[in-house]
């Protein structure tokens, strides 16, 4: 374009972006609008190196058109580097719901929820994001260990016994799963107050193995604190 040509010449990318941001207002057809919309954005950052400017360019483009999904894309990409973060997540958040694949969603809702929990410090957000990401990949062990520290951070025991059954369901191996089972044992035994899921819990545990010496301590004294001496019995016997 002759303008452009102008401004290279002149080395006045600043006036040119002027102008633009006055044709843009003269537009009546939106492609028009949106073409001269991402070039002044592209002028902004690679000329003018005004990463403000092109936030601000990118964000009237996306909110010109749904459909911009490259411009959604532009400003997570300037918001991150600004570390503008509560932009950068409410533009993640629109550009989570354009996405097709369930994959990408979940790691989408991950990063979400990571931005939340550690530059924001929304935790009670950040379970949210992680709960949608859960949803999208109900596999994925690694969004369940998330909102399990969430969980036990904010004390919410109830829901963070559910996500530890939830993760008993994927574990294969036997020391996890004893792992886990001592671990909704000492949550029952402890914040949620239910003695008799948490002997449930250690006898799965120590079915899982039986020569867990820690485990059968603590499994007895359950049974001796709560006066079940009939199963306290048994559980002796089985041991001989």
Sequence with gaps: MELERLAENLDRWDVLASTYEVGIEEYDDLDGAIRLLTRLAEVYEQKL????????????????DEGQTDA?????????????YEELVDILCRRVEK??????????????????????????????AY??????????????????????????????????????ELLEDGAEQRTVYTQLAALMDGQLQDANEAINHLQSALDVDPTDTAIFDRLCGLYEREGQWQALMDLLEQQQ
């Design 49 to 64: 190196q005004d990463p403000d400017g092109a936030i601000d360019s990118y964000g009237r483009l996306a909110n010109l």
């Design 131 to 168: 709960r949608k990401a859960y949803e999208e990949d109900p596999d994925a062990l690694g969004t369940i260990d998330h909102l399990i520290r969430l969980y036990t951070k904010r004390e919410r025991w109830a829901e963070s016994a559910d996500a530890l059954r939830d993760k008993l």
């Design 99 to 128: 996405l097709e694949e369930a994959s990408e969603r979940r790691v989408m809702y991950c990063r979400i929820a990571s931005l939340q929990e550690e530059q924001l410090e929304e935790p009670d957000e950040a379970i949210i």
């Design 72 to 84: 959604l894309d532009e400003l997570i990409r300037l918001l991150g580097d600004a570390h503008r």
